[in-house]
Nanobody, 120 residues
Framework: QVQLVESGGGLVQPGGSLRLSCAAS????????MGWYRQAPGKQRELVAR???????NYADSVKGRVTISTGNAKNTVYLEMNSLKPEDTAVYYC??????????????WGQGTQVTVSS
């Protein structure tokens, strides 16, 4: 099994910054991609940012220029640096990891989510 633990959400004023962290653990042979998704009330879950093979990054148009996804020195970790936050960024943010388990079985696992609220 693969577990993802997120941290770093909270309440921030418009224009502020937050850094989300996600660490994957468990029976992991390899991770091909990690990403951040978000879901606002009444809306579908959407991609925020994703990094594949440690280098290929893609971002949602709504966050380009304000958000940076990166992997950490610690194995199987990913960060989301968010700047110039707007009220419309308010959502539950979920971490996702795709890879293979120690048995060679593909997996796609999700974290429990962390709330980000942008409000004055």
């Amino acid at each position: 099994q693969v577990q993802l633990v997120e941290s770093g959400g909270g309440l921030v004023q418009p224009g502020g910054s937050l850094r989300l962290s996600c660490a994957a653990s468990g029976s992991i042979l390899s991770i091909n991609a990690m990403g951040w998704y978000r879901q606002a009330p009444g809306k579908q879950r959407e991609l925020v940012a994703r990094i594949a093979n440690g280098a290929s990054r893609n971002y949602a148009d709504s966050v380009k220029g304000r958000v940076t996804i990166s992997t950490g020195n610690a194995k199987n970790t990913v960060y989301l640096e968010m700047n110039s936050l707007k009220p419309e960024d308010t959502a539950v943010y979920y971490c996702n990891a795709e890879g293979r388990t120690n048995l060679g079985i593909p997996f796609s696992s999700w974290g429990q989510g962390t709330q980000v609220t942008v409000s004055s």
